[in-house]
């Protein structure tokens, strides 16, 4: 669709600019100066490339999440014009700004959360691509989304989003959400016990930060999908079905109820469905080089192994029986992932480690962001005393 010139720039604010995604998105807005304008700008600790990124695109706020950044003195090059400030409140001052349409949520966990509830609340348009978000709020953030409202950035919910449009969900039989299956493909339980961090973060065919490609070498990052689907799409979790596919050409499919399968296929690449998310309702010219499937060749498909992977089988649990669980499971994973980042518990632990703060978890109605910010300490704490238990450092 040919782009419309004379409508007005959409003013971007990137939460968490200096991470993977939040990196492509402003390579997409640096591709596209004439619809998209970068106003604001967060980060948690680098601070050097938040300077960078704001003399680059002139704007006009900017926060550091870490407080112990918040002093650096590097913060001192920001453009005259730039308001700088500090921690989770300036984050949601500045989602909630007058000049703010879009708000693109790349924080790195259930952090994002409270960036999230405030953008839809404050009527912005929300590109979100921290699954988090839903995983742990969903019961509270969806209700407030209006219709294109929220739109989301993962490659496989924006392709779902994407094989939707037009479609009504009652006639979907089942959603088919792909993954690449990560670097233990094929693996037994008693492979994985001795795989180090380096192993885990390489993965075969996307470029993210370290906590989700070791969420999709555990498949925890498809678990967490699942539920994050649940609640975009409305779809019973029993009809969200995990499909390895491992060019990642594939990014998910869906299934109607007359047997016609719509897929959305495309490069590996990030920046596609953060344009999309931004240039919703329009289509642009791609950020990608495209995909020749002349020269693909065969497309492979397998299922899940979850007694390899009992991190997709916790997921699950989490998502059937709902409520605060999603929150412990999460909290709880953010936990054992940091921990195995530092080599303090090995890549089977994680699940160890999830599964008995899940246990020891009293199920609640979700009731508010408060509520859901008390539970996520309590599963901190209690994850920290699982891997104690289980002897970690």
């Given at each position: ?44 600790s ?14 006009r ?41 879009c ?30 978000s ?56 008693t ?18 930060g ?14 967490l ?21 491992r ?10 109820v ?11 690449d ?28 065969s ?67 979700v ?27």
């Amino acid at each position: 669709m040919p782009q419309d010139h004379s409508a007005p720039r959409l003013r971007v604010a990137i939460l968490g600019c200096t991470g993977s995604i939040g990196a492509q998105a402003l390579d997409v807005c640096r591709r596209h100066p004439d619809e998209l304008e970068v106003v604001a700008l967060s980060a948690h600790s680098r601070t050097a490339e938040l300077v960078a990124n704001a003399r680059e695109f002139g704007i006009r706020r900017a926060v550091v999440t870490d407080p112990a950044h918040a002093s650096d003195p590097v913060l001192n090059e920001l453009p005259v014009i730039c308001a700088l400030s500090t921690g989770k409140e300036g984050v949601l001052d500045l989602v909630r700004h007058d000049d703010v349409d879009c708000v693109l949520n790349a924080i790195v966990g259930s952090a994002g959360l409270e960036a999230s509830h405030a953008a839809l609340c404050a009527g912005k348009r929300l590109a979100l691509a921290n699954k988090e978000s839903l995983v742990v709020g969903g019961d509270l953030l969806m209700p407030l989304a209006a219709p294109g409202q929220l739109l989301p950035v993962d490659s496989e919910h924006n392709a779902i989003f994407q094989c939707l449009m037009g479609d009504n969900t009652r006639d979907v039989h089942c959603i088919w959400l792909t993954c690449s299956g990560g670097p233990f493909f094929g693996r037994t339980e008693t492979d994985l016990a001795s795989v180090t961090v380096h192993d885990a973060l390489a993965h075969p065919t996307w470029n993210m930060g370290a906590k989700i490609t070791i969420d999709s070498a555990t498949l925890m990052n498809k678990g967490l999908e699942r539920i994050e689907a649940m609640h975009l799409f409305g779809v019973p979790l029993d009809d969200i079905r995990v499909l390895i596919q491992r060019q990642s050409k594939i990014h998910s499919m869906v299934e109607f109820v007359d047997g016609s399968v719509i897929a959305h296929l495309g490069a590996s690449d990030m920046r596609i469905p953060i344009q999309f998310a931004l240039s919703y309702p329009e289509r642009w010219s791609t950020p990608a080089p495209r995909v020749d499937f002349r020269q693909l060749g065969s497309l492979e498909f397998a299922a899940p192994d979850p007694d390899a992977f009992s991190c997709l089988a916790l997921a699950e649990r989490a998502g059937r029986e709902g409520r605060t669980l999603p929150c412990v499971l999460n909290a709880a994973n953010e936990v054992a992932v940091d921990a195995f980042l530092h080599e303090r518990c090995s890549f089977v632990d994680i699940a160890r480690v999830v599964e008995a703060t899940m246990d020891a978890h009293r199920i609640e109605d979700v009731e508010s962001i408060q509520q859901l910010r008390a539970i996520d300490i309590w599963a901190r704490e209690r994850a920290r005393y699982a891997l104690s238990s289980l002897g970690c450092a």
